[in-house]
């Protein structure tokens, strides 16, 4: 122990940054991150096959399914998804 009473981790150089340690609230850091109607975005993701919306179509199933008549027109590739995908997806700049 030192003489304020703290212990003595090492040097700054052996001991790194808190950012070196990955942790949820840096996690997104330095990288490109999808805006909030794409796809993987916050709302986006929630009309996929996975995300709330989406998978309660999917249990509901028939022309909701993510293959039948209505639903197909919500994926990215569909004419309602693919046109909120084309107009609000993509990614934001960096996040750093």
Known sequence: ??????????????????????????????????????????IGKQFTEDGAIGGSAQKVGGPLDKDGMIGKQFTADGSV?????????GTKGRSN
């Open 1 to 42: 122990m030192s003489a304020h009473g703290s212990s003595n981790t090492g040097s700054k150089t052996s001991t790194g940054m808190a950012s070196a340690i990955q942790t949820p609230a840096n996690s997104n850091l330095g990288k490109d991150k999808p805006k909030v109607f794409d796809a993987k975005g916050a």
């Open 81 to 89: 998804g693919g046109s909120v995908q084309s107009a609000l997806g």
